[in-house]
């Protein structure tokens, strides 16, 4: 009778298969502790208030991080040219938000837009019941212009229709001296973010500074639109070996946000308040 053959020892394919899933999981399976930056002077999207940082971009990042438990994450305000730096030197993670710069910020990368934001021109009633103000600039031409001192957004044709003598700029510094003044018709119109008017707008209106026979203010044209992201540092990947990781759920976490409208109510109870 021939010897029968040694039994062969099987393979237990569920241990075997937790064994292999253990070893792929990542180093940083345990809560990560991150610092991301945020400009601390740019409201309403980001600035600190009372020594807290706000701003409609940190509501934004706090309600994403929420669904993000694997990360323990702080936000830190600083200022902006120094966050810039930072990520530029692979001294900082993140910082928010800059906008799609790939050609200036080789340094950097992109997060999916949180936000878009509108660069408009507003005017006050009394320009608007006199001239039809669709065409930026040809339209404006003859008007006084606010912009915030040292913020030049109206365009090429604007600059060029401003040093012919066609119309003139009238730098103040910040959104409320501005619109103050074009609601008093010192000047007949504004050039600035959408949101950042309608924000100031309303705080006026609430701190009670319209004063008797305020103009109301309307926008007139769009001239521009750009987007705001959570930019990271594309240096030190040895210092950041969680960052692939991090972005890939954090940008799901975003679409996700915007898809469902969370992000557009957001925005809309942040001017309310």
């Given at each position: 009778?021939?010897?029968r053959?040694a039994?062969?020892?099987?393979?237990?394919?569920?241990?075997?298969?937790?064994?292999?899933a253990?070893?792929?999981?990542?180093?940083?399976?345990?809560?990560?502790?991150?610092?991301?930056?945020?400009?601390?002077?740019?409201?309403?999207?980001?600035?600190?208030?009372?020594?807290?940082?706000?701003?409609i971009?940190?509501?934004?990042?706090?309600?994403a991080?929420?669904?993000?438990?694997?990360y323990?994450?702080?936000?830190?305000?600083?200022?902006?040219?120094?966050?810039?730096?930072?990520l530029?030197k692979?001294?900082?993670?993140?910082?928010?938000?800059?906008?799609?710069?790939?050609?200036?910020?080789?340094?950097?990368?992109?997060?999916?837009?949180?936000?878009?934001?509108?660069?408009?021109?507003?005017?006050?009633?009394?320009?608007?019941?006199?001239?039809?103000?669709?065409?930026?600039p040809?339209?404006?031409?003859g008007?006084?212009?606010?912009?915030?001192?040292g913020?030049?957004?109206?365009?090429?044709?604007?600059?060029?229709?401003?040093?012919?003598?066609?119309?003139r700029a009238d730098a103040?510094?910040?959104?409320?001296?501005?619109?103050?003044?074009?609601?008093?018709?010192?000047?007949?119109c504004?050039?600035?973010d959408?949101?950042?008017i309608?924000?100031?707008?309303?705080r006026?209106?609430?701190?009670?500074?319209?004063?008797p026979?305020?103009?109301?203010?309307?926008?007139?044209?769009?001239?521009?639109?750009e987007?705001?992201?959570?930019g990271?540092?594309?240096?030190?990947?040895?210092?950041?070996?969680?960052?692939?990781?991090?972005?890939?759920?954090?940008n799901?976490?975003?679409?996700?946000?915007k898809?469902?409208?969370?992000?557009?109510?957001?925005?809309?109870?942040?001017?309310?308040?």
């Amino acid at each position: 009778m021939p010897a029968r053959p040694a039994p062969t020892r099987r393979r237990r394919p569920g241990r075997w298969l937790l064994l292999a899933a253990c070893a792929c999981l990542p180093a940083w399976a345990a809560p990560v502790s991150i610092t991301i930056y945020a400009d601390d002077h740019y409201p309403p999207y980001s600035y600190v208030d009372n020594g807290q940082l706000t701003g409609i971009y940190t509501l934004i990042m706090q309600k994403a991080l929420e669904r993000l438990p694997e990360y323990q994450v702080q936000l830190a305000p600083v200022p902006w040219k120094r966050g810039v730096l930072m990520l530029e030197k692979g001294e900082a993670f993140a910082l928010y938000p800059p906008y799609f710069r790939p050609d200036e910020r080789r340094y950097m990368k992109y997060s999916e837009p949180m936000l878009t934001e509108q660069l408009v021109v507003f005017c006050n009633a009394d320009v608007i019941a006199r001239r039809g103000l669709k065409n930026w600039p040809a339209d404006y031409y003859g008007l006084r212009v606010g912009m915030n001192a040292g913020f030049l957004a109206g365009g090429k044709q604007f600059d060029e229709a401003v040093k012919a003598g066609r119309l003139r700029a009238d730098a103040a510094h910040g959104s409320r001296a501005n619109l103050l003044k074009l609601m008093l018709g010192r000047i007949d119109c504004y050039v600035n973010d959408r949101l950042s008017i309608q924000w100031e707008v309303a705080r006026i209106k609430k701190e009670g500074l319209m004063v008797p026979g305020s103009l109301p203010v309307s926008e007139t044209v769009e001239l521009s639109a750009e987007q705001g992201h959570l930019g990271y540092t594309a240096l030190e990947p040895a210092q950041y070996p969680f960052r692939d990781d991090f972005f890939l759920k954090f940008n799901a976490v975003i679409r996700d946000m915007k898809r469902s409208g969370e992000i557009k109510d957001m925005v809309s109870n942040f001017l309310l308040k």
